[in-house]
């Protein structure tokens, strides 16, 4: 679902002249209803020339710039009381050479446009997170990652953007072209500028088969390094209350090999009736009575059956999601992976807490993004959740306590309260990427109250 937008809708920009709108022209809500934003205009940019004259005015104003996305941060990143742009108007190919895979795309395409496009190219992204509801701009500048122990976040597919800094030039960069702005940018928390165009290194597309199944999460620990290195992408699912995991395996199919889709009624029961309709049923009981979750989980776990398929890659990495939650996710070096899914059991049963949503557990490779959560380490991610409406607070803090003892790096678009004080000790690269600030943007065209938390001012 995208965000939401309450009142009026606002009129597009034009090429010569920019439309104003007042405060009360809409309220931005993100996808999770945790976030709202009441910015003095939204505008909805066609081309870079537009993007760039819409900085120039908001800073001859001195007010400040926010791109969005689709909402579907949990954290105030794309919140603004200035300028909100809406690159809605702005999605689609601008370019593709399907021999080497590099394709253009403009920066407000959404992921399901954006894997359907590629497909008909014959060509794939390496790796895709659980949905393919945000935008290929907005997904990149948060660090959005997938799982696999071999391959990085969607940002490491990057080899090109094109962007408008704070001083509203159009600006392109490259591992050859201002090498240090596109090392920093490519998870920019959209602090560096408003991101116009995506270059990325796409693969000849490939049909996955998924593998899922229950497993006794004693055994999953057991066996998690294996797991996690003898299969492309590996996660699971913990069930809290339970001692069952919902593993779950995605590897290629051999070139020739032929899909096995799973029947269109299965994945219906599966994906829309169990894990939308049901799950929301469940968990509204669970937030109605508590003391009822750890039966409701035992159930569900029990339930759980084994599935394989396979299909076009994004299909399979990619599922609807319909229920409403909030979620943190945190980063640990690979390592500490045991410890930090211990510590969240044990702030669970240190304080009685009863948790309907799955824990979710994935790995990746090490990159070279100063600011992403993977940065120079093998890792993996934990990543807890509540029902919307359910108090998460206590919850959270308690389980970033826990992984800010193992080095923990947040998701920068889900729930955290880490500050840049507390940031800079994990993040070797962290003032590389506030040098690059200061020369894009040292007016802070594109801050806001979550970036002088995270960034400093
Ligand atoms: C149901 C659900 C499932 C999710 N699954 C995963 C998952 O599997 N893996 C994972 O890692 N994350 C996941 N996320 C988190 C999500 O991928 C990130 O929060 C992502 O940033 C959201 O993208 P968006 O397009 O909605 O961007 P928004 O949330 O709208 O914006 C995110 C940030 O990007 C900036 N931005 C947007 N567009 C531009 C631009 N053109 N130029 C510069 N900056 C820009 C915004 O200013 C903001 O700072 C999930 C979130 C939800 C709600």
Request: proline share 6%.
């Amino acid at each position: 679902m995208p965000p939401t937008f309450d009142t009026n809708r606002p009129s597009p920009c034009r090429r010569t002249q920019v439309r104003r709108h007042t405060a009360e022209v809409a309220t931005w809500r993100n996808w999770a209803g945790n976030q709202h934003a009441n910015p003095r205009s939204i505008e909805l940019p066609r081309d870079a020339e537009e993007v760039s004259l819409l900085v120039k005015r908001a800073a001859g104003d001195n007010r400040r710039v926010k791109a969005v996305g689709s909402g579907h941060s949990f954290t105030a990143a794309a919140v603004t009381d200035g300028t909100l742009l809406r690159l809605d108007r702005m999605s689609g190919l601008v370019s593709a050479a399907l021999a080497s895979g590099l394709v253009t795309v403009q920066a407000g395409t959404p992921l399901h446009q954006l894997n359907p496009m590629l497909a008909e190219l014959g060509l794939a992204m390496s790796n895709l997170g659980d949905i393919d509801r945000q935008t290929v701009s907005g997904a990149t500048s948060t660090g959005t990652h997938g799982t696999g122990s071999r391959l990085g976040g969607l940002a490491t597919q990057i080899r090109g953007l094109e962007l408008v800094v704070g001083d509203g030039s159009i600006v392109s960069c490259s591992p050859e072209e201002r090498p240090d702005l596109f090392e920093c940018a490519r998870v920019g928390l959209g602090a560096l500028g408003v991101i116009t165009a995506i270059t990325l290194q796409c693969e000849p597309a490939f049909l996955l088969e998924a593998d899922e199944r229950p497993m006794p999460l004693e055994r999953v620990m057991a066996e998690l390094d294996e797991l996690a290195e003898t299969n492309e992408h590996f996660e699971f699912y913990w069930f809290p209350h339970t001692d069952i995991a919902l593993t779950k395996r995605n590897n290629r199919l051999a070139p020739g090999e032929e899909a096995r889709p799973l029947k269109r009624w299965r994945e219906w029961l599966d994906d829309e009736l169990l894990s939308n309709t049901v799950f929301n049923a469940t968990c509204a009981v669970g937030k109605l009575r508590p003391s009822l979750v750890p039966r409701l989980n035992n159930t569900a776990a029990k339930a759980l059956g084994a599935r394989r398929f396979s299909a076009p890659s994004y299909e399979v990495f990619t599922s609807p999601r319909r229920v409403r939650f909030v979620e943190m996710e945190y980063a640990v070096p690979r390592a500490a992976i045991h410890d930090a899914v211990r510590a969240v059991q044990h702030v669970i049963e240190r304080d009685n807490l009863q948790i309907s949503f799955p824990i979710e557990v994935r790995v990746t490779a090490p990159d070279d993004i100063p600011l992403s959560t993977a940065s120079g380490r093998d890792s993996a991610y934990v990543a807890i959740h509540r029902y919307r409406g359910e108090m998460f607070e206590g919850y959270f803090r308690a389980v970033e306590e826990e992984m800010k003892a193992l080095d923990g790096r947040p998701h920068w678009g889900k729930m955290h309260w880490r500050t840049d004080e507390d940031l800079r000790p994990v993040y070797p690269r962290f003032d590389e990427f506030l040098a690059v600030r200061d020369q894009v943007d040292p007016e802070r065209v594109f801050g806001n109250d979550y970036l002088d938390r995270v960034l400093g001012r």
